[in-house]
C-alpha cells in the first residue's frame, strides 16, 4: 500500500496495491492490521455505508459531535469524485484548513478523515457509488453540517457551482464560524 500524505496530517490517501492482467484485477481493499500500522493507532470500525448519486450531487460538509465522532475510511466504487475533509479541531494547528482528492473506480484510492473532521464530496461523473467505513455509529442528535460554500473555508470544489445538487439538510448548513463555534 502506497501511504500519500496530505497537508494535513492525520489525513491521509491510501493506494493500494493493484495485480492486474487481460481477466481484470485483484487488490485487498482493507486489512486491519495494515491499516492500523499506518494510521498508527488502534481503529474500529462499526459501521459501512454505501451512497450512489448521480453528476453534480454535494453531500456535505458532514460531521459528529464527541463523543459520536466519526473517523471514516471512504472510496468510490463506482464513476469519481472530489473528496474533501475540513478540520473542526480547535485545538489543532490545522483548524480549519481542507484537502481535497479525486477518488475513483479507476485509481482506487481511499481516504482516511479521522474523528474531528466535517467531510463531503461532490460526484464528477455520470453516476457515482461512494463507500463509508465508520468509527461510530451514525447520531443525528450529534450531526452537523457546514455549508459547503463557506467563503472562510475557500473550497476549491472542480464543478461549475450552477450544476452543484444538494439536500435539503445541506442547503440549510451553517456558516464555518457559526457551526464550529457552537461547540467551543
Not at 494510521?39 to 454535494?58: E, T, Y
Amino acid at each position: 500500500m502506497n501511504v500519500i500524505k496530505t497537508t494535513i496530517p492525520d489525513v491521509l490517501i491510501l493506494e493500494p496495491k493493484v495485480f492486474g492482467d487481460e481477466r481484470g484485477f485483484f487488490f485487498e481493499s482493507f486489512n486491519q492490521k495494515v491499516f492500523e500500522e499506518v494510521v498508527g493507532r488502534k481503529i474500529d470500525f462499526v459501521q459501512d455505508n454505501h451512497s450512489k448519486s448521480m453528476m453534480g450531487v454535494l453531500r456535505g460538509l458532514h460531521y459528529q459531535l464527541s463523543p459520536h465522532a466519526q473517523g471514516k475510511l471512504v472510496r468510490c466504487v463506482v464513476g469519481e469524485v472530489f473528496d474533501v475533509a475540513v478540520d473542526i479541531r480547535h485545538d489543532s494547528a490545522t483548524f480549519g484548513q481542507w484537502v481535497g482528492c479525486n477518488l475513483s473506480a479507476e485509481n482506487k484510492r481511499f481516504m482516511w478523515i479521522p474523528e474531528g473532521f466535517a467531510h463531503g464530496f461532490v460526484v464528477l461523473s455520470e453516476i457515482a457509488e461512494f463507500l463509508y467505513k465508520t468509527t461510530s455509529y451514525y447520531m443525528p442528535a450529534a450531526e452537523g453540517t457546514i455549508a459547503w460554500n463557506d467563503p472562510s473555508l475557500n473550497i476549491n470544489w472542480p464543478i461549475n457551482r450552477n450544476k452543484i445538487i444538494l439536500s435539503h439538510k445541506d442547503m440549510n448548513a451553517k456558516s464555518f464560524s457559526l457551526e464550529t463555534n457552537q461547540y467551543l
